[in-house]
Structure formats: C-alpha cells, structure tokens
C-alpha cells in the first residue's frame, strides 16, 4: 500500500492538505459528508498512509516545522476516536528526507534519502579525463505497527542514488536510486545511471539487502522494474 495526501479507510476519508494538515471525514453518506475532525500542521506536511481498514489509524510525514531545513522529516502517528477526533499519539524523527513508503501487513517501511558528492579519478571511468561523481544515500527503514503509540524500529538497508524509487514486486522490494558524472577537461561529457537494490525481509520483518546491480542508464519510474522468476528485470 503506498502513500498519498488522501486515503479512504472504512467510512472515512482522510485528506492531508499540505498547507494546513490532515482533516478527518465522515463518508458514510457520501451525499452529506461530515467534518469531524482535524490537526492544524501549516506547511509541514507531505503526505500520509492509512494504517488499517477501519480508519482508526494513520501516520503522517512532515518536516519538524515550516522554517525547519534540517533535513529530517518526522513521522507522525495519528489514532481517531469514535466519533472522528485524531490525535498524535507518536512521534519519530527519521535520519534523512522522507520518500515512498509501502506499508506490508503492520509493517511500514519507509525510504529517507541525503546527498552527497564526490571526486574521483580518471581510471574509474574513462581514461584520460578527470571525472566528478555526483550521487546520495538512501536509507530503508522498518517499524513494526503493531502498535502505533509505540513502534518498534526493525533496522534499515542502505544504497547510494538520489530521488530513489520503491516497487514492491516478487515478494521483494526493489529501490532504485539514480547517479550521474560529467568531465568538462577536455571537454563536457556526461554519464547517467542508477542502482538498482533488492530487499528481502526476515521473518519479525527486518530488511536486509540480497542484491545491488548498476544499470546503464536511469530508472526513474517504479513501473519499470519488478522481479520476474527470480530475476531483476
């Protein structure tokens, strides 16, 4: 299940708008939807997961706050009573920028990116020309949801690529994340790719990493990768 800004969930619908935070609804008369509750958050939001089926739980993923560029987003763990009211009953600072989620069963796992740079030597590319290597890191995360006002972090896998994408396919979850070089000595050259990561998940539903493979060109669309028998294609 992945994330979005609004999610039905039994007879509710969540709408978590960036500029002003989440809003609870009552749909069971989808003709005279009710209002029946909401959590001011101005200008930290970026999107949320509903949690169950019965709209009685969800996280949100935010900054810390509007004027916070510290690069660590938070996860904020809403329940809703009876009659509609969420509240945040948990908070998680994560290490980096929040990006896809997919939630599997009660485990969330979740994708936090940084960025990083570096210089490298004219052999490890091509020969004669000094290239610079411009890539960032990723982070997978587990959480074990079983209970939301107290969730249980299960550890995380590690890659290299920014603005990576996650697919959940073949009982894996695939990541890739994208780098690129250029040389300009002696002349303007560029090199594109990505590494592409598989994720099998142990039995409590910790992650761990079974194959990296670097592809020649970028994949920037989750749809273009899956598992197909055995294989990552």
Same mark, same amino acid.
């Given at each position: 299940v992945e994330?979005?800004?609004w999610?039905f969930s039994?007879?509710?619908l969540?709408y978590?708008?960036?500029l002003r935070? &989440?809003?609870v609804?009552?749909?069971? +008369?989808?003709?005279?939807?009710v209002?029946?509750?909401?959590i001011r958050?101005p200008?930290?939001g970026?999107?949320?997961?509903?949690?169950?089926?019965?709209g009685?739980?969800?996280v949100?993923?935010?900054?810390?706050?509007?004027d916070?560029?510290?690069?660590?987003d938070?996860?904020r763990f809403?329940?809703?009573?009876a009659?509609? %009211?969420? %509240?945040?009953v948990?908070?998680?600072?994560l290490?980096?920028?929040a990006?896809?989620?997919?939630l599997?069963?009660?485990? &969330?796992?979740?994708i936090?990116t940084?960025w990083?740079?570096y210089?490298i030597?004219?052999?490890?590319l091509v020969?004669g020309?000094?290239?610079?290597?411009?890539?960032?890191w990723?982070? &997978?995360?587990?959480? +074990?949801?079983?209970?939301v006002?107290?969730p249980?972090?299960?550890g995380?896998?590690?890659?290299?690529g920014?603005?990576?994408?996650l697919?959940?396919s073949?009982?894996? &979850?695939?990541v890739?994340?994208?780098g690129?070089?250029?040389t300009?000595?002696?002349?303007?050259?560029?090199?594109?790719?990505?590494?592409v990561?598989a994720?099998?998940?142990?039995?409590?539903?910790?992650?761990?990493?079974?194959?990296?493979?670097e592809?020649?060109?970028?994949?920037r669309?989750?749809?273009?990768?899956a598992v197909?028998n055995?294989?990552?294609?």
């Open positions: 994330a979005d800004i999610k039994g007879d509710r969540f978590f708008n960036q935070g &989440l809003q609804f009552d749909m069971s +008369d989808p003709a005279k939807p209002k029946t509750g909401s958050m200008a930290i970026t999107q949320l997961q509903s949690l169950d089926d019965k009685q739980r969800v949100l993923f935010t900054r810390k706050s509007a916070d560029y510290s690069g660590h938070v996860l809403v329940e809703v009573s009659e509609g %009211t969420p %509240t945040v948990k908070t998680v600072e290490d980096g920028y990006g896809e989620s997919r599997i069963g009660d485990k &969330l796992y979740v936090t940084g990083s740079g210089h030597g004219s052999s490890q020969s020309n000094v290239w610079y290597w411009n890539t960032g990723w982070r &997978l995360h587990g959480y +074990d949801l079983s209970d006002s107290a249980v972090a299960l995380y896998v590690s890659g290299q920014t603005s990576p994408v697919q959940a073949g009982g894996y &979850l695939l890739a994340g994208n690129y070089a250029y300009y000595s002696p002349s303007y050259q560029w090199r594109y790719w990505s590494y990561s994720v099998d998940f142990e039995s409590n539903g910790k992650p761990h990493l079974v194959k990296s493979v592809t020649k060109q970028q994949v669309d989750l749809f273009k990768m197909v055995g294989a990552i294609v």
